[in-house]
């Protein structure tokens, strides 16, 4: 095929995209493969949790005009009114990704609307074979089901599931409390009739008989189970098990890595299974698995547990008995795991996906390492280490990425620095911000990139007018004061009109040649995205990236509680006080007074940062704030070197801007793990799951109350876990290379 025929973007639609859902996980392990192969790829659904909103557009967006060179990836795992108008979207090429429904039977007096939706995915999945030239199942009994529903060409292509999210500590507080000898017999899953806890709990009693101290740990949500959870309840209690098995609920990913790390064995006795990808995370965590062969779990599983012949409990409690008894079972069961998980590995999904598009005559490229320059500021600043975080970022994709750092405002250097690039570069990426670069040589800049055949970024960090040097010089000569007689003024005027004319010109030639010679245009804000057509009126060229987390400089994060305290030790800190901290230069739009008057009593306000050379006066108004009111709670710390540091002894911290394009410091705090506290303006938004939001003094008071509550504290620290795995460079900065034209 041309390179006119193929596709320039691969966007994916699921009615719900929620953090810990298989599904959801599995369209933005996608979404990243795409960005890799140099696609642009958005996720759409009519509904997302907060936590992730800033990472999804809304399903309103799918129509519009015709989307020439753009295949869309409708998820179907349960009906949904939205579904019907994304399959009618006006795409070039639809594909149905296929994880299964349970059949309506399963939720009978349980709940009617898992019924009725259950019904109604069955009824789409017709639509969906009309309307889509390829149907993509994660198991072959999925695929059989696809056919039945009448897709002409059908492909098996697993889950893609995203196992860094499980690289997080286990919870101290779970292990703890499992830490003793007894087995633990772990079942994981929504609680719902399907995934059969009514035959857990009778082979869990049967098995007990032999092992008395056994527990049962069954982990997943109940939101929906209704009265089929009273019904296991009652179960539990004529059982005679009611000291012995829990009902965990829903839990933070810490807390599942827990239980699978204090499970003896998993067991499934599902009576209906898609897929079942927490067989996966038994093997991942190395623990023993039983198993009933309902639906597609054989396939899953293969020869990594021990399948069942039939759910009768005492059959059930010799399969337990073997796995948790026999030590060189256990270890063969394992090892298979260990090779079996390989077949789920990234490279081996990803390349089943690219046959399965190659079946329906999809023309989309391969991921591809690339050789990448990144240019930004030498000095260490914000927009430097966030630099060095993005080619962090992209080496962990597999690229080759040199950083280059310029003096500011060093045209010389800047040249200079350009010049020693190599011709194999692929790529480069320019990360700007007013002071970096001068204007007429950034612009010469761009186009000797361009004229050398370079692949240009130019990702923007501060775009709207105020910002450029040459718009200040326009509103200058615009706003001139007079200061001759009248007659005088009268013959001056032509001269600042040619004047403003030629400051104008100037101005505008600026913007066009910025927008113009690069490629792709990458802002981090709203705010300067609302600006971006000051450079350019092609909309497709600009694309939104949030900023990555960005480590701070030289720190190792504390493990514990007690980690914490002595690092407070060695700080000079108060090692059990709730400390509150707000990082970064002391501008006055950061209201730092404010932080410190509306600090509640027994916490302590810590300020690390230093002086901006432009706005010392606010520095020393601070200072004198605090030593004529003998603030003994406020600690200010001035040594850069230290600020990573404080920060990480740190509770909370404490962004309460005027105003803010985008923050690196919160980026910054979400890396170390801390809890927010931010001013309710657009640049913080994206941030809504890992903090509180304040409009004023009164409300920053009882934030800073409210956080120190521990579920409070502990419900914001486990969303901070989520956007913090959702903003990994790793996972974010590829995002970077969307739409570059080949080389």
């Known amino acids: 095929m041309s390179g006119e025929d193929r596709l320039r ?31 642009f790829s958005e996720v759409y659904a009519a509904e997302t949790k907060p936590e992730l909103r800033a990472f999804t557009r809304d399903a309103g967006e799918l129509g519009g005009g ?36 349970a059949p309506a039977r399963f939720f009978e007096g349980v709940s009617e609307h898992n019924r009725d939706h259950a019904a109604l995915g069955r009824e789409q999945l017709a639509t969906l074979a009309a309307a889509c030239e390829l149907g993509i199942a994660d198991s072959e009994f999925n695929r059989e089901e696809l056919v039945a529903a009448g897709f002409r060409r059908t492909a098996v292509v697993p889950i893609l599931v995203d196992w860094a999210a499980y690289d997080v500590a286990p919870d101290p507080a779970v292990l703890a409390r499992l830490a003793d000898e007894r087995t633990a017999i772990l079942v994981v899953g929504q609680i719902m009739p399907h995934k059969a806890i009514h035959d857990v709990l009778p082979a869990f009693a049967r098995y007990r008989e032999r092992d008395p101290g056994a527990r049962l740990l069954i982990v997943g949500s109940s939101a929906m189970a209704g009265p089929y959870l009273v019904r296991l309840r009652d179960d539990v209690t004529r059982l005679g098990i009611g000291d012995a098995a829990t009902f965990t609920g829903r839990v ?6 827990a239980y699978y790390r204090s499970a003896s064995v998993v067991l499934t006795l599902s009576d209906h299974e898609g897929f079942c990808v927490p067989l996966l995370e038994a093997m991942r965590y190395e623990r023993p698995i039983v198993a009933h062969p ?93 630099s060095l975080a993005v080619a962090d970022g992209l080496r962990a994709d597999g690229h080759d990425v040199t950083f280059v750092g310029v003096d ?181 739009r950061k209201r730092f007074l404010e932080v410190i008057a509306a600090a509640p009593a027994g916490s302590v306000v810590l300020l690390s940062g230093t002086a901006a050379s432009w706005e010392r006066d606010y520095f020393d108004e601070v200072m004198r704030y605090v030593r004529d009111r003998r603030l003994e709670h406020v600690v200010v710390n001035t040594d850069y070197e230290r600020m990573g540091e404080h920060v990480a002894a740190a509770d909370c911290v404490v962004l309460y801007y005027e105003d803010v394009f985008q923050s690196a410091v919160a980026t910054q705090a979400i890396w170390a793990g801390l809890p927010c506290i931010f001013s309710d303006v657009p640049g913080f938004q994206i941030y809504r799951g890992a903090g509180l939001f304040v409009s004023d003094t009164q409300g920053l008071h009882e934030a800073m109350v409210e956080v120190q509550r521990p579920e409070t504290y502990a419900r914001l620290a486990e969303q901070v876990q989520v956007l913090r795995h959702r903003l990994a460079p790793e996972r974010l900065a590829p995002r970077y290379l969307a739409g570059l034209p080949p080389r």
């Open 66 to 101: 015709a989307r020439r060179r753009e295949a869309l990836l409708i998820h179907h795992s349960m009906g949904a009114a939205s579904l019907d108008a994304a399959a009618s979207a006006p795409f070039e090429r639809r594909a149905a990704v296929y994880h299964n429904i």
């Open 252 to 257: 933070s990913m810490s807390a599942l890595a």
């Open 408 to 588: 500011r405002a060093d045209t010389a250097d800047l040249f200079r620095n350009l010049a020693r690039l190599p011709a194999r570069t692929d790529v480069v990426i320019v990360e700007h911000e007013a002071g970096i670069f001068r204007e007429v040589p950034f612009v010469r800049a761009l186009y000797d990139l361009r004229r050398r055949g370079f692949a240009t970024i130019l990702s923007l960090h501060e775009l709207e007018p105020d910002k450029l040097h040459a718009y200040r010089m326009l509103t200058q000569a615009l706003h001139y004061r007079m200061s001759r007689s009248l007659p005088k003024e009268i013959v001056r005027i032509p001269v600042v009109a040619a004047k403003l004319a030629w400051r104008f010109t100037k101005y505008r030639a600026i913007l066009a040649l910025t927008g113009g010679l690069p490629h792709r245009l990458v802002v981090h804000s709203e705010r300067s995205r609302f600006w971006s057509d000051l450079l350019t009126s092609d909309r497709a060229k600009v694309q939104h990236v949030p900023l990555v987390t960005t480590p701070l400089e030289d720190v190792v994060l504390p493990r514990d509680a007690q980690e914490k305290r002595e690092l407070r030790r060695r700080l000079r800190l108060p090692p059990d006080a709730f400390i509150f901290v707000s990082p970064g230069f002391f501008f006055r």
């Open 294 to 386: 309902a639906g597609a779990i054989p396939e899953t599983l293969g020869d990594a547990g021990i399948l069942l012949r039939s759910k009768e409990p005492g059959s059930v409690a010799d399969a337990l008995e073997r796995a948790v008894r026999d030590d060189r079972l256990r270890e063969s069961l394992v090892a298979r795991g260990t090779a079996r998980l390989a077949e789920f590995s990234r490279e081996r999904v990803t390349e089943r996906l690219h046959e399965a598009f190659r079946l329906a005559g999809w023309d989309v490229p391969r991921s591809r390492p690339r050789t990448i320059a990144i240019v930004s500021s030498a000095e260490r600043c914000g927009i430097h280490h966030y």
């Open 9 to 39: 973007a691969v966007h994916q639609f699921h009615p719900t995209i929620t953090f810990g859902d298989a599904i959801s996980n599995d369209c933005f392990e996608l979404q990243r493969h795409f960005w890799s192969s140099g696609l």
